[in-house]
């Protein structure tokens, strides 16, 4: 197949695209460079079967070009981070929306077979009830949970009135070999990862109790393949490990010092994905468990070297404007 991969030098792009060609496939990668590095290509652009292009979704004019005769769709690129998209909502619109949208408009007028998405589990907000099934409530926090799902939105309704056969992933905590160090919310494998090459303590919010459920990139991917080599179409389906675990866990297999910072609002305290849906739909179910996932993190740690670093200073003025917009907020609704 000629797939396209949007965000494909970002961090799950970049694996999704090694994946295609380790199964023979050609592969594009579409990205503006904002987030992505041209580092994550190292292990395969040598392949003569993998092709760069630096294009931002946003200029539909561009992308329609690169869109001709390609079979499957990877959708990754878009913006990521609270407080970023707080700060700067209509940039969020525009790319993680408005973006969505002129792909997923290439997509069918090239009459693409197969087009899958990347939607966030933050699009839960704060969850009723764990694990965390499809039918739970919609409850975005902030702008970018916001745009991931209206992103989705879009997706689900080009498949249903266009007949572009496509699907929607709801990801949890995915975490890996190139995760974004970058970001003071969200990514905390980069950030820690980070902080222990620079023997910097670990920065645990709150007590270090709250759970997420970590997923392996590499599952990651698996699920998307198994998305577009299916026939399923006008769905969306959580993918989570099966299961959750504790920052303080995480803290303890990655070994080194904590600094405990406080606890930010609009986070939950637990995330866990109810998987019945995709694994009845698609067959699929992670492999990679919490411990074996760490371990491999650790062993490509050297990859983390030339990264950002983030301390405690700096995720602190990232928690002063989180308050900061709550409190306007509040002020506003009085």
């Known amino acids: 197949m000629r797939t396209l991969v949007t965000g494909g030098a970002g961090f799950i792009g970049s694996h999704i695209c090694q994946e295609l060609l380790s199964r023979g496939h050609q592969v594009v990668a579409l990205d503006n460079l904002a987030n992505g590095r041209l580092e994550n290509f190292d292990e395969f ?6 092709e760069f292009q630096k294009i931002d979704i946003l200029d539909l ?16 690129a878009g913006l990521a981070d609270i407080v970023p998209s707080i700060e700067k909502p209509d940039l969020y619109f525009d790319v993680n929306v408005k ?5 997923l408009e290439a997509a069918k007028n090239a009459g693409v077979k197969r087009f899958a998405y990347a939607a966030s589990s933050s699009s839960y907000g704060i969850p009723q009830s ?19 799902y209206l992103g989705e939105e879009l997706v689900l309704h080009w498949s249903q009135t266009y007949k572009l056969p496509a699907v929607s992933l709801r990801l949890f905590n ?20 980070a902080q222990k090459l620079s023997h910097k303590p670990f920065t645990v ?57 406080p606890k930010r609002p609009g986070e939950p305290d637990c995330t866990f994905a109810d998987v019945g ?20 993190m650790i062993e490509k740690i050297d990859n983390w070297k030339a990264a950002p670093v983030w301390d405690s200073g700096s995720i602190q003025e990232a928690t002063t404007s989180w308050f900061k917009f709550l409190g306007n907020q509040m002020k506003a609704d009085i």
């Open 205 to 261: 919010v709150g007590d270090g109790e709250q759970t997420r459920d970590f997923t392996f990139v590499t599952d990651v991917v698996d699920a998307f393949i198994l998305a577009v080599e299916s026939d399923v179409s006008g769905e969306f389906m959580n993918v989570g490990s099966g299961n959750t675990y504790s920052v303080n866990r995480l803290v303890e297999l990655l070994g080194g010092d904590v600094e405990y910072i």
């Open 277 to 296: 849906k995709i694994e009845r739909l698609l067959g699929w179910k992670a492999k990679v468990t919490f411990e074996e996932g760490v371990q491999k």
């Open 130 to 148: 764990y694990p965390t099934s499809e039918t739970a409530l919609i409850a975005p926090q902030y702008p970018y949970a916001l745009t991931k």
């Open 45 to 50: 652009e040598d392949s003569k079967k993998f």
């Open 174 to 193: 995915v975490y890996g070999p190139r995760s974004r160090t970058s970001g003071t919310y969200g990514a905390v494998f980069g950030v820690f990862l």
């Open 61 to 76: 004019d561009r992308l329609a070009k690169i869109f001709k005769g390609v079979d499957w769709v990877f959708h990754m």
């Open 99 to 103: 973006g969505t949208l002129n792909v």
